[in-house]
């Protein structure tokens, strides 16, 4: 079917628009939806709807969930998404901070946002020696996991942490990691006024990790930086003040190049 406006012959495809119809109708604020709900939005009829639902989950671009039954969007989409991703001012900005404190740490450094109520990593700069961080870019984790979901949940209002946590509750990642929802709480408190966090292998056996948070124009946490240190590497003891300085610094560059104003 060809359509004509005033300048341009746009070409529709009726497949094509209904199931980009399907995907327009999740949101942040619908973010899980039957089959019965694409329906009623769509105005498809249920037999047309699950034939195309049927495709765009076996391209990736949809998921179900075998206990609800409800789709929710798929990889395929961050997949693509993350070359847009590299576009975006955050992964700009910090770009060029983070190869820069890689180098003087030695360290492995990542970039991490709250996307849908989870830590996903958007940068990484790999550090030296034999330990490597499992967390490479687009992957995610709980938003309590580690360093970064830390600093990224200190930064919510104490409802929706609560919310979050009950989403996904608290686990042993190792041995040193907490799991007492009071004791997180208070953890989550000390981020908050010390600006940073300190975890000492709390994600990862072996690895102590520091991270702070990024700011932009609005002033929000939109972003944590952290770097991954193994321990014992080097003498942590004395060198870490110093450390922790670094990171901070960093992440406060890449905040001003966000539009963050230190007032």
Same mark, same amino acid.
């Given at each position: 079917m060809k359509l004509k406006g005033?300048?341009?012959?746009?070409?529709?495809?009726?497949?094509?628009?209904?199931?980009?119809?399907?995907?327009?109708?999740?949101s942040f604020q619908n973010k899980e939806l039957s089959l019965s709900d694409v329906v009623y939005r769509t105005g498809l009829n249920k037999t047309t709807a699950k034939r195309l639902i049927s495709n765009l989950t076996a391209r990736g671009y949809l998921q179900q969930d075998p206990q609800t039954k409800k789709y929710v969007l798929g990889m395929r989409l961050f997949e693509l998404g993350g070359i847009v991703f590299s576009s975006f001012s955050?992964?700009?900005?910090?770009?060029?901070?983070?190869?820069? /404190?890689? #180098?003087?740490?030695?360290?492995?450094v990542l970039l991490g946002i709250r996307m849908e109520d989870q830590l996903v990593y958007i940068d990484k700069r790999e550090g030296q020696g034999m330990i490597r961080i499992s967390?490479?870019?687009g992957w995610r984790?709980?938003?309590?996991?580690?360093?970064?979901?830390?600093v990224l949940?200190? #930064?919510?209002?104490?409802?929706?942490?609560?919310?979050?946590?009950?989403?996904?509750?608290?686990?042993?990642?190792?041995?040193?990691?907490?799991?007492?929802?009071?004791?997180?709480?208070?953890? /989550?408190?000390?981020?908050?006024?010390?600006?940073?966090?300190?975890e000492k292998e709390e994600a990862v056996e072996g690895v102590i990790g520091i991270a702070a948070?990024?700011?932009?124009?609005?002033?929000?946490?939109?972003?944590? /930086?952290?770097?991954?240190?193994?321990?014992? #590497?080097?003498?942590?003891?004395?060198?870490l003040d110093g450390i922790?300085? /670094?990171?901070?610094?960093?992440?406060?560059?890449? #905040?001003s190049d966000l539009g963050y104003l230190k007032i």
């Open positions: 005033p300048q341009v012959s746009i070409y529709k495809v009726q497949a094509l628009e209904r199931a980009l119809d399907i995907l327009d109708c999740f955050l992964r700009q900005a910090a770009a060029y901070p983070m190869t820069n /404190l890689q #180098s003087e740490t030695g360290a492995t967390s490479d870019i984790r709980p938003l309590h996991y580690g360093m970064l979901g830390m949940l200190a #930064s919510l209002e104490p409802g929706d942490v609560k919310r979050i946590l009950k989403k996904y509750p608290l686990e042993a990642h190792t041995p040193f990691s907490l799991t007492n929802e009071n004791a997180f709480s208070l953890r /989550l408190e000390k981020i908050r006024d010390q600006g940073y966090v300190l948070p990024i700011r932009d124009y609005t002033r929000q946490v939109v972003a944590a /930086l952290g770097i991954a240190l193994p321990v014992g #590497s080097r003498n942590l003891t004395k060198e922790i300085e /670094l990171v901070r610094k960093t992440c406060d560059a890449i #905040s």
